[in-house]
């Protein structure tokens, strides 16, 4: 056995403590803990009381026990009477127990506060700060609620022995982070404040640590702290090594209370006071100058203080955000670290960087470094500073260097982890459409970037070029081209063939005067891919099938042969087989004019902001927010598709399924229910507009054709939807029909259904059938506005020899789900039935 030390005045301690670890195994060990505990347990227990120093030397042998392990179930109140010693030792061995073993909740917390509340009355500082530093580590409510009201009292008495000051700072601190209502804001936060002049290093440390707490729920009760900190901090950086002795690390006079100082200034925008300002700028000039300086020492320890204080500087700087000179100084000093050897240091450079470029004060400075940030992408080992590099470039890319950083970051993505491919993807595909000048250099981008990653390609991304290529007549020829060329590699992802089957479907025609992209061709490239693809892919392939159709006639006969297919009129997927019979159906059925009328190009998307953008908002990252904020350096930068919300005054609802990308705000409003006998009109394959389906989402595969979707029987607002944007009414007359009713009358020379009438507040739409002598009409009414239309009455005008051959079927105003004539809400629509008899039998 070891000697044993007789210092500690415990030789029992060190020896069972030797005991142990001279154990050869752990059943050796749990023997001599178990043989200990009995031993410890008969002691207490005993008839004979126990003096101070062997109820010491036995709690400390169950501390022990208890930090290697083990249960400790008894000598909780042992403890406790340790406490009422006078003995230092006795006493600080007793809270050591209590602030390790006894729990929040437990039945001798009253003792202990008792115990505590005579040492802090004692004032005795050794004795105060050992109570003190209990609160903190048990940080209980009910000790907050004991103790909240005397520790600032402690704080800021005048007689309080400054290490006491030190310990009080910090156990208001750790209440106030557990039970922040628990700690008093009265009269003594302002004597809290000058605590920054104290003469104690320490206790200012403390005190900045609790003003910074505090201040961040209540900047305006410590708002005066900012000339005293500013003061502290020009004292500091002004002052030599050996001026502050006991406080200088490896040459660096105070570095944790610099940086404290510096974060608590963070918390509050630049000084109003002209002096405080200018003496705060003259302290952060000096800082980025002494970085410039020969370290003094080689130590680690040296650079490490050193960096400390300039990188909270130059978070400062940022956060103020309104020194140019400043800005700059700390982009170039920042772009010295970026290839420093120590990696810490290149990362914590790179994320500066990267707020540093969404201010207009240094941008250019932050682009100057653009090679070597692209040189860490490539050659950096450490994952997240490659990360950190790609949120760099991402940050600083503008119109100027667009090109350059998409190109860059793409060819990164061939071998970037996992991840953060997805994150890098967002970032690519927004970049491309925010900076494109060119549409065709965006196409090649967004294909690029399925190609190299599709799988990371997210439904956002590709339904947006789909959107971009909608709205852009003079990008469709090349996109359709393109994506064709990028559908005969022999290994195509299937993110790339739902764009092909939409792009081609729409825009083949544009590119099938090439014999190399005849329609046949087009449609045998597009179903070799077929078999390998989701059911949902195969859903888009179909209806770009019979929108071939349309497009081509010559392929009409082939491509109902594959609709007519057993493996599709049979399909196990019920959306499948539904899409191959009715595509079939209808390719049969319709004729020329209606088959063009049904499978026209889809209209343009309303203009809305990019999804993608919402997407990486969510993710949270770095360089996220800053591309963001870059809007504000770069107010000419429009997106493609215009990137403004629109507001529902200057925007008509579209169909849900017309929403492709889903960008829509807010969901239309529900379509009301049918008149009865309305399930058994025809089907108006001819109306105008995409028309609503209840209950479908706005995926691709259904937007892609919504225009061959039939009217629910109970949803008639179908006919009085209209994709077309509205006017603004302006100053003019809101009664008056709209420049395109002319054309509303017109249609109906050749089709039963549409819309007959429309202006700023009304829409009536017109349903009917005819068989032989025999037909029935509906009228819809839609209310356009905001606001409920009242006492509406609708009014049928015929001549006196028709009115024996018409019957009117209005609705009744106690009907279940109608509403009443007499009120109209917003965004309903009462229908009325008029049931004709022709005088001549057709």
Not at 177 to 196: F, I, Q
Request: one cysteine or more.
């Amino acid at each position: 056995m070891p000697a044993v030390s007789k210092g500690d005045g415990m030789r029992g301690l060190a020896v069972f403590i030797s005991d142990i670890r001279n154990c050869k195994s752990k059943e050796a060990e749990i023997k001599r803990i178990n043989k200990e505990l009995a031993n410890i347990r008969s002691k207490f227990k005993g008839d004979k009381a126990l003096d101070g120093y062997s109820k010491k030397k036995y709690v400390c042998k169950l501390l022990f026990i208890f930090l290697l392990g083990h249960d400790i179930d008894f000598g909780h109140m042992e403890a406790v009477n340790l406490l009422s010693s006078n003995k230092y030792t006795e006493k600080q061995i007793g809270y050591l127990f209590i602030s390790v073993l006894v729990n929040s909740n437990s039945e001798l917390i009253r003792l202990i506060n008792n115990a505590i509340k005579n040492d802090l009355a004692s004032r005795n500082p050794t004795f105060m700060c050992l109570a003190l530093h209990c609160i903190a580590n048990v940080g209980s409510r009910e000790m907050g609620e004991a103790f909240a009201a005397d520790i600032p009292r402690i704080l800021v008495a005048g007689d309080s022995m400054d290490s006491v000051k030190q310990s009080a700072a910090l156990c208001l601190l750790r209440l106030y982070k557990a039970s922040p209502d628990l700690v008093p804001m009265g009269e003594w936060t302002a004597r809290v404040v000058h605590l920054l002049n104290d003469q104690h290093m320490g206790v200012v440390t403390a005190a900045v640590s609790l003003i910074t707490c505090l201040c961040k729920k209540n900047p305006d009760d410590f708002k005066t702290c900012i000339s005293l900190a500013v003061s502290r901090l020009s004292r500091i950086v002004s002052s030599a090594s050996t001026d502050l002795q006991d406080y200088t690390y490896y040459f660096v006079p105070a570095p944790w209370l610099s940086v404290k100082l510096l974060r608590l200034l963070q918390c509050y925008p630049p000084p109003e006071d002209a002096a405080v300002k200018g003496r705060l700028v003259e302290c952060l000039e000096t800082v980025l100058n002494k970085a410039q300086e020969p370290p003094k020492s080689k130590k680690v320890q040296h650079s490490n203080a050193k960096n400390a204080i300039l990188f909270e500087t130059i978070s400062l700087i940022i956060h103020y955000d309104s020194e140019p000179n400043l800005l700059v100084r700390a982009c170039n000093q920042l772009g010295q670290f970026l290839q420093h050897r120590e990696t810490n240091l290149r990362y914590l450079a790179l994320e500066s960087m990267c707020t540093l470029a969404s201010s207009e004060f240094s941008h250019e400075a932050v682009k100057t470094h653009i090679d070597t940030v692209i040189n860490a992408l490539k050659t950096e080992r450490d994952v997240s500073v490659r990360q950190r590099a790609a949120d760099l470039l991402y940050a600083m890319c503008d119109r100027s260097n667009a090109k350059q950083i998409v190109s860059e970051m793409l060819r990164y993505l061939e071998t970037a982890d996992y991840a953060i491919r997805e994150e890098i993807v967002l970032k690519v595909a927004i970049l491309a459409e925010k900076y494109a000048v060119d549409y065709s250099w965006y196409v090649d981008t967004i294909l690029n970037l399925i190609r190299i990653a599709g799988d990371y390609v997210s439904e956002e991304v590709w339904y947006r070029v789909l959107q971009i290529v909608t709205n852009r007549d003079d990008v469709q020829g090349y996109a359709a081209k393109t994506v064709f060329e990028a559908l005969q590699a022999p290994a195509c992802h299937e993110n790339m063939v739902k764009v092909g089957g939409y792009i081609l479907g729409e825009f083949g025609n544009l590119i099938a005067g090439d014999p190399r992209s005849s329609p046949p061709v087009q449609f045998s490239l597009l179903h070799s891919k077929f078999h390998l693809c989701s059911v949902a892919t195969r859903a888009l392939l179909l209806s770009t099938y019979i929108k071939f159709i349309n497009l081509f006639p010559e392929t009409k006969a082939t491509i109902q042969g594959v609709l007519r297919a057993g493996s599709q009129l049979r399909n196990a997927d019920v959306e499948l087989q539904q899409r191959a019979v009715e595509y079939l159906t209808l390719s049969s059925v319709a004729s020329t004019d209606v088959l063009a009328t049904v499978l026209e190009e889809m209209p343009p998307f309303p203009e809305r902001e990019s999804s993608i953008l919402a997407k990486l908002k969510r993710k949270k990252g770095p360089g996220a927010a800053s591309a963001l904020d870059d809007g504000r350096r770069d107010a000419s930068s429009n997106d493609i598709n215009g990137g403004v919300e629109p507001t529902p005054s200057t925007v008509s609802t579209p169909s849900p399924s017309a929403d492709l990308l889903g960008l829509r705000a807010a969901p239309p409003p529900a379509a009301p229910q049918a008149p009865a006998g309305a399930g058994n009109l025809l089907v108006d394959v001819s109306s105008d507009g995409p028309v609503a389906q209840p209950g479908l989402g706005p995926t691709p595969e259904e937007a892609f054709l919504s225009e061959l979707e039939p009217p629910a029987p109970e949803s008639p607002m179908a006919l009085l939807a209209d994709p077309a944007p509205a006017a603004d009414p302006g100053p003019e007359d809101f009664g008056s029909p709209i420049p395109e009713a002319d054309e509303l009358l017109n249609k109906f020379v050749c089709k039963n259904n549409g819309v007959l009438f429309e202006n700023q507040l009304l829409q009536i739409g017109v349903k009917s059938e005819f068989r032989q002598n025999l037909g029935r009409m509906y009228l819809f009414y839609g209310n356009k506005t905001s606001v409920q239309f009242q006492s509406f009455t609708p009014t049928v005008v015929h001549p006196g020899d028709l009115q024996t051959h018409i019957l009117l079927a209005w609705p009744s105003p106690l009907a279940p789900g109608l509403p009443s004539w007499d009120e109209m809400d917003p965004g309903r629509d009462p229908s009325s039935a008029l049931l004709p008899e022709s005088l001549s039998a057709s």
